[in-house]
């Protein structure tokens, strides 16, 4: 459940969220599983952006030139 919903339980579905809560309070392994997880997501929260910022501004200045999709009359329908 924690690898589809997360390691929040309030994230997690409500007919099984007691259940699972319950397991985590009697298994060890359980525990271990939950805090990995948070470990996990608050170093994915601290990566931060990949891309260079003169890459990201190349990418909007290229954007900005092309001549937008040309729409066809059929968005103009009365």
């Known amino acids: 459940m924690v690898d589809r919903y997360g ?4 994230a997690w579905p409500v007919a099984r969220r ?8 009697d298994c060890e392994e359980a525990k271990a599983i939950i805090e990995q997880a948070k470990r996990l997501r608050a170093q994915l929260r601290n ?4 891309a260079p ?7 909007v200045s290229v954007a900005l030139e092309l001549d937008p999709p ?4 059929y968005f ?3």
Do not use: V
Request: net charge negative; hydrophobic share 40%; with cysteine.
């Open 76 to 78: 103009f329908r009365n």
């Open 18 to 25: 007691g259940e699972a809560e319950a397991l985590i309070d």
């Open 70 to 73: 040309a729409i066809g009359p």
């Open 47 to 50: 990566l931060g952006p990949k």
């Open 53 to 59: 910022a003169c890459l990201s501004e190349h990418i």
């Open 7 to 10: 390691e929040d339980p309030i």
